[in-house]
């Protein structure tokens, strides 16, 4: 059945709360104190949803297939102080842990920030904790970027963690490249802002990812990621606090025969490495995969020009 989306009624608040509560169990089980987590309270949550449905504040819709409500984003106006009047906030996206990388968040989010657009929103704010690492990367892919402002720190269960700020500014250009800096100038200043073991890691990949495909494409999307595509996207260079991630965009469908594929495993199509401080990788076995994620995009491309 086709996911179809609409506002949520106060009859969905038990559902929300339950994906909301699952959804931290989830994404927070390696960062939060599992005594915490299994008590989060369903019931609890489900009366603060409620009441925010029934108050109006914030936006919430809610994504439907043939199972129920598979996913949620709730949006409104900023809550931050320092932001202008003209601020829009997603307050929290959530997909069933089941449904994640199913285009459950995209699609949620598209909707909202069409919302906010509408309603004269032209700056879109959010808070994401920094060690919940697919959840950044799938901010920054739908075009957020860091924000300047220091981060805060909050405690869960005892556990201090880091909440950083993200900022969609919708009158920024789509690409750096626009104000004349090449793709590969603009990887290249990424590399060097880093200055420390992230920049030098990601400088040596990039290296091994030419050697392995001479004529491999550098592209700068998404408001800031570094891109190596022929015939169609090869893999992304992401940089966070702790790692250095290359996410492959067919993963799923290469045979990684010396298994280097370590993060983004359970989804159906991408695949991703992720490299720690100090952690090498087989320069061989990395080129050979590099080839091998060609040949599968210009195979699939020869087969598309054939059809036309």
Known sequence: MRMRLRPATVDDSREIAEIHVAGWRTAYRDLMPEAFLANLSVEKREAGWRSAIERGEPTILVAIDGQGIVGWIAFGK???????????????????????????????????????????????TLWALAANERAC????????????????????????????????????????????????????????????????????????????????????????????????????????????????AKGASLRDAARLFNASLDGNVRRAIDIHEGEKVDQRAFKALIKEAVALNSSAAKAKRAKM
């Not at 202008?84 to 968040?105: F, M, N, Q």
């Not at 250009?173 to 420390?196: C, P, Y």
């Open 78 to 124: 900023c809550r931050d102080e320092d932001q202008p009047a003209a601020t829009g906030e997603v307050w929290a996206v959530y997909a069933r842990p089941d449904h994640l990388s199913k285009g459950v968040g995209r699609t949620l989010w598209l909707a909202a920030h069409a919302a906010l657009i509408a309603s004269g929103i032209r700056r879109i």
């Open 137 to 248: 990367r799938f901010y920054r892919m739908a075009g957020f970027v860091q924000d300047s402002v220091p981060p805060k720190r909050a405690a869960f269960g005892g556990v201090s963690l880091e909440e950083i700020r993200f900022v969609y500014d919708e009158t920024m250009k789509k690409s750096d490249v626009g104000r004349g800096e090449s793709a590969s100038e603009l990887i290249s200043k990424r590399i060097a802002e880093l200055g420390d073991w992230r920049g030098e890691t990601l400088a040596r990949m990039r290296k091994l990812i030419k050697e392995a495909d001479p004529d491999v494409v550098e592209e700068w999307k998404w408001m800031g990621t570094p891109v190596w595509s022929h015939d169609g996207n090869i893999c992304t260079g992401e940089t966070y606090k702790s790692v250095v991630k290359l996410t492959f």
